[in-house]
């Protein structure tokens, strides 16, 4: 089974969506975490990262972020 390893401690998750909830809540400034998350979910929402609100924030291709602007931020879609 894949296991995702926290760039910071010893923390082993089973799943890649763990393993951002981890960094997250226990290395939220770490560079080391951003660069991490960034690497594992390039596509991120300005609107909902700037409310710090992660869950959900976070996509692995940009057709995801597309539809979550779309769906959730009409104003910032249209002005893309």
Not at 30 to 43: F, G, M
Not at 60 to 75: A, F, M, N, T, V
Request: net charge neutral; aromatic share 8%.
């Amino acid at each position: 089974p894949a296991s995702y390893e926290c760039c910071d401690c010893s923390f082993t998750a089973t799943t890649e969506k763990k393993l951002i909830s981890h960094l997250v809540a226990k290395h939220p400034l770490s560079d080391a975490a951003v660069a991490r998350i960034r690497e594992l979910r390039p596509y991120q929402c300005s609107v909902c990262l700037d409310e710090n609100r992660w869950d959900g924030a976070l996509f692995k291709i940009e057709g995801s972020l597309r539809r979550h602007l779309q769906q959730h931020h009409p104003d910032e879609y249209r002005a893309m």
